[in-house]
């Protein structure tokens, strides 16, 4: 069992940065695949970026690919999303997943084991 606490969501202004954090408790953490997804109102969850157990494998969506990174720290049970240049289409809840499978299987939302209560992330033009 996984639980996930995610942290650090709110307002910023186009271009800039912003860190999600999302602690994780669990005898499983350090064997579980983790990564990110968001969702707009009326519209279906989005796969955002996922990194393996180990930390040596990382995906991203094509959307974020060169301004998001996925770090994880596993003496302090964490795994970050750091966003940089962030753009109004950003705006999103994100979600903190985990899963007991690979990393490839985290890209669909049916692969996901676990699932944080999500932080709202709003960029202003």
């Known amino acids: 069992q996984v639980q996930l606490v995610e942290a650090g969501g709110g307002l910023v202004q186009a271009g800039g940065p912003l860190r999600l954090s999302c602690a994780a408790s669990?005898?499983?953490?350090?064997?579980?695949?983790m990564g990110w997804f968001r969702q707009v109102p009326g519209k279906e969850r989005e796969f955002v970026a996922g990194?393996?157990?180990?930390?040596?494998?990382?995906y991203y969506a094509d959307s974020v690919k060169g301004r998001f990174a996925i770090p994880r720290d596993h003496a302090e049970n964490t795994v970050y999303l750091q966003m940089n240049s962030l753009k109004p289409e950003d705006t999103a809840v994100y979600y903190c997943?985990?899963?007991?499978?690979?990393?490839?299987?985290?890209?669909?939302?049916?692969?996901?084991?676990?699932w944080g209560q999500g932080t709202q992330v709003t960029v202003s033009s």
């Open positions: 990194i393996s157990w180990s930390g040596a494998s990382t």
């Open positions: 997943v985990a899963t007991q499978g690979d990393l490839i299987v985290l890209v669909n939302p049916v692969g996901v084991d676990y």
């Open positions: 669990g005898r499983t953490f350090s064997s579980a695949a």
